[in-house]
């Protein structure tokens, strides 16, 4: 029990270090476009390589962990992301800058993978959603931190001040290696789970990416528009940049509280009720005045970002003998596709206003309720009342 909890503690602190990265080059875009005479083009080519990179390479990682047993260890991909993140405040050359910024995406996207799938080894169908809500709460509070973190390194000492970067790697690499010398090592087939899979098809998981891909949108909309609406609204930038930070705290508390509903009360279950009750919490905070309006947006990332960590376990569930590959996909082609989705809220707001983008985001939501709801997965429900009617009948 000891070993389990201090692996799972440092596979969740890993993924926090490893998601501050995730989040820094679109906090650094403007010192880039001021010192180094970028384009704009330029600059988002720099936040797209890096996104693709991650989110498209992770299902290869899985599957060369499942099918071929070969795995980066995971010390190395979080200091890759940590140093190529690093040198990007070193260098003038564009090239240069993509060329970083693809590498550490490369340890980011290796990274997902095999982090599920050594946590996946203390999982049980009882306790599934809860243990891995806390590996994802990690990288929650990783995206939150990173912009905080890429700010104070900036006003420190300007772009060379991303060195300081290096810290939170740092402090974790000696970390990670007191847990386990080669984490990654102890990681082989015949120890991962193999459940019995009532879906043994690859299409009903191929529905829950499609419907995780929608929830996506909704979520990545939100995060790029809320603070140009808070300031719209007349709040000050520094006010406008916290509502993200505000709605995160609701997610982080959601992260745990749903893994451990889900598993009490079922994960389709869960993830339809969480999800439903996300809409009108979203209409709330836009309709709603002063403190009830805040008070929507913390329950709106309460209840959306519950069901993250239970989207994973479905989906280990439905591939059980593919988890690689299936957290690759979940953590990384569907957060991907998500968020290039986001553009057409941009499109739709140049066209007609904010406010009415913002109010179409939920639509996305709902869409994703309809998927999840056909998704062919088993309601814990469903499961209880038909033992308790076969007990009936044998009485």
């Known amino acids: 029990m000891k070993e389990e909890t201090s692996t799972i503690l440092g596979l969740s602190s890993a993924h926090l270090v490893t998601d501050i990265?995730?989040?820094?080059?679109?906090?650094?875009?403007?010192?880039?476009?001021?010192h180094h005479d970028l384009s704009y083009f330029l600059a988002g080519l720099l936040v797209t390589i890096y996104n693709l990179a991650s989110s498209m390479t992770q299902p290869l990682f899985g599957?060369?962990?499942?099918?071929?047993?070969?795995?980066?260890?995971?010390?190395?991909?979080?200091?890759?992301?940590?140093?190529?993140?690093?040198?990007?405040?070193?260098?003038?050359?564009?090239?240069?800058?993509?060329?970083?910024?693809?590498?550490?995406a490369l340890g980011h996207g290796s990274f997902h993978p095999i982090g599920l799938s050594c946590i996946s080894r203390f999982c049980t169908d009882q306790n599934r959603g809860r243990m891995l809500s806390y590996f994802v709460v990690g990288g929650n509070i990783g995206f939150a931190l990173g912009p905080v973190l890429a700010g104070i390194a900036l006003a420190v000492a300007g772009l060379q001040g991303m060195a300081l970067l290096l810290l939170p790697v740092l402090v974790l690499v000696p970390v990670l290696r007191r847990i386990h010398p080669d984490l990654?090592?102890?990681?082989?087939?015949?120890?991962?789970?193999?459940?019995?899979?009532?879906?043994?098809?690859?299409?009903?998981?191929?529905?829950?990416?499609?419907?995780?891909?929608?929830?996506?949108?909704?979520?990545?909309?939100?995060?790029?528009?809320?603070?140009?609406?808070?300031?719209?609204?007349?709040?000050?930038?520094?006010?406008?940049?916290?509502?993200?930070?505000?709605?995160?705290i609701g997610g982080v508390i959601g992260q745990i509280a749903g893994g451990r509903l889900s598993d009490r009360y079922g994960?389709?279950?869960?993830?339809?009720?969480?999800?439903?009750?996300?809409?009108?919490?979203?209409?709330?905070?836009?309709?709603?005045?002063?403190i009830y309006s805040l008070a929507s947006l913390l329950l709106f990332g309460f209840w959306l970002w519950s069901t993250f960590s239970v989207t994973v376990a479905m989906s280990h569930e439905l591939l059980p003998n593919n988890i690689g590959l299936a957290s690759g996909s979940?953590?990384?082609?569907?957060?991907?596709?998500?968020?290039?989705?986001?553009?057409l809220n941009g499109m739709l707001a140049d066209q007609s206003s904010l406010l009415t983008a913002m109010m179409v985001l939920p639509v996305t939501?709902?869409?994703?309720?309809?998927?999840?709801?056909?998704?062919?997965?088993?309601?814990?429900?469903g499961r209880l009342v038909a033992g308790h009617l076969h007990r009936h009948h044998s009485i």
């Open 21 to 34: 990265y995730m989040t820094v080059i679109p906090a650094v875009l403007p010192y880039l476009i001021a």
């Open 267 to 290: 994960r389709k279950e869960f993830v339809l009720a969480a999800l439903g009750l996300s809409i009108p919490c979203f209409y709330g905070f836009l309709l709603l005045p002063g």
């Open 63 to 104: 599957w060369l962990a499942d099918t071929r047993g070969f795995m980066i260890p995971l010390v190395l991909s979080v200091t890759g992301s940590a140093v190529f993140i690093s040198l990007m405040g070193f260098t003038d050359s564009f090239p240069l800058l993509a060329l970083c910024a693809g590498i550490a």
């Open 184 to 248: 990654s090592s102890r990681l082989n087939p015949e120890n991962e789970i193999h459940t019995e899979s009532p879906h043994p098809s690859h299409w009903p998981f191929l529905l829950l990416m499609f419907a995780s891909t929608f929830r996506a949108w909704g979520l990545f909309g939100v995060v790029a528009f809320l603070p140009s609406y808070m300031v719209q609204l007349g709040y000050p930038v520094m006010s406008a940049d916290l509502s993200i930070s505000f709605m995160l």
């Open 365 to 381: 939501i709902a869409v994703s309720v309809i998927l999840f709801l056909v998704t062919p997965y088993p309601l814990k429900i």
């Open 330 to 343: 979940i953590m990384g082609v569907v957060v991907g596709a998500g968020g290039l989705g986001v553009a």
